[in-house]
């Protein structure tokens, strides 16, 4: 895989007498990659979103996203799970894709251990209506429990229904719905800092409206759709365009690992 930016195997007068911008091309190990998405260090909530999208901004296909995604896209995927503490998801792309327990993985143990982490990331599921079918391995099954997040005037029945299945229920809003920086602060609360989303568009359009998107883990899939696919994130516009600046690209068979962080 070739790392485009930062370019950090050639020196700049080696690079420029050649006259033009090197790029190095390696074998990424796990570990390699581990360090590389490492969280930052300090102790502090870090939020970050791990997407795909077409040329065309298209976020899914055919109501998925793996048409627009690689071998080394879900590598990626896994190594960002393996580092979280938390996956923050929205109920409709757990009932669309199918979300399953997050599995613990050897090549991650030891890194996990000395993290102060649990052998697999939480799974955190957002939703307001809690229509979701409790019986799945998602809920029964898991690692660690799953999170349901909601807000406290979500129905009682679901609630119930939610923890007689093994989930725990977390509130982050006094109506149905959470709010997105109050999810943020009780899953820190809850000892979850490290925080990852993996979408979908709705709810990730909402830690950007509330501005508490710290990273986003952006793959551009070199696949074009058409069409009127949901972009990466949706809901209200910004009063202003929140900026970012790039942090590392990787590429792997046309496919562009893009890594940037809020300024
Ligand atoms: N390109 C990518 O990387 C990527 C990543 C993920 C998903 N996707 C695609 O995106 C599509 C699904 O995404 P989506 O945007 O439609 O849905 P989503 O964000 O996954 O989920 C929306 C649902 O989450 C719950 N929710 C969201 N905000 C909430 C809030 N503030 N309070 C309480 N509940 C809240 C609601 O659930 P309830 O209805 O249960 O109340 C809402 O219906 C799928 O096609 C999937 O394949 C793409």
Redesign the pocket.
């Known amino acids: 895989m070739r790392q485009l930016f930062p370019v950090t195997d050639m020196t700049a007068s080696t690079a420029s007498d050649q006259g033009w911008s090197p790029a190095s091309d390696r074998e990424w190990s796990l570990d390699a990659l581990a360090d590389a998405y490492a969280y930052p260090e300090g102790g502090g909530t870090w939020l970050r979103a791990?997407?795909?999208?077409s040329l065309d901004g298209a976020?899914?296909h055919d109501?998925?996203?793996q048409p627009?995604s690689s071998e080394t896209d879900m590598r990626i995927f896994g190594i960002l799970r393996g580092l979280a503490d938390v996956v923050v998801?929205?109920?409709?792309?757990?009932r669309?894709?199918g979300y399953r327990p997050a599995r613990a993985r050897e090549a991650f143990a030891d890194r996990r251990a000395a993290a102060g982490q649990g052998p697999a990331p939480v799974i955190a599921v957002?939703?307001?209506?809690?229509?979701?079918d409790f019986s799945l391995p998602l809920f029964t099954e898991p690692l660690v429990p799953t999170v349901v997040l909601?807000?406290s005037g979500a129905p009682a029945d679901r609630i119930r229904a939610a923890r007689e299945a093994g989930a725990e229920v977390l509130f982050a809003?006094d109506g149905?719905?959470?709010?997105?920086a109050r999810a943020v602060a009780v899953l820190a609360e809850r000892g979850l800092r490290r925080q990852l989303t993996?979408?979908?568009?709705?709810?990730?359009g909402?830690f950007v409206g509330a501005d508490v998107l710290d990273e986003l883990c952006l793959t551009i899939s070199p696949t074009m759709t058409a069409g009127d696919a949901?972009r990466?994130a949706?809901g209200p516009t910004v009063a202003v365009p929140t900026r970012f600046r790039v942090a590392s690209v990787l590429e792997q068979d046309g496919f562009l690992f893009t890594r940037y962080r809020r300024i």
């Open positions: 791990n997407m795909v999208s976020g899914q109501g998925r996203s627009l998801v929205g109920a409709e792309t757990v669309l894709e957002v939703s307001a209506s809690l229509d979701l909601t807000g809003g149905a719905r959470v709010m997105p993996e979408g979908g568009p709705r709810l990730l909402q949901q990466i949706g």
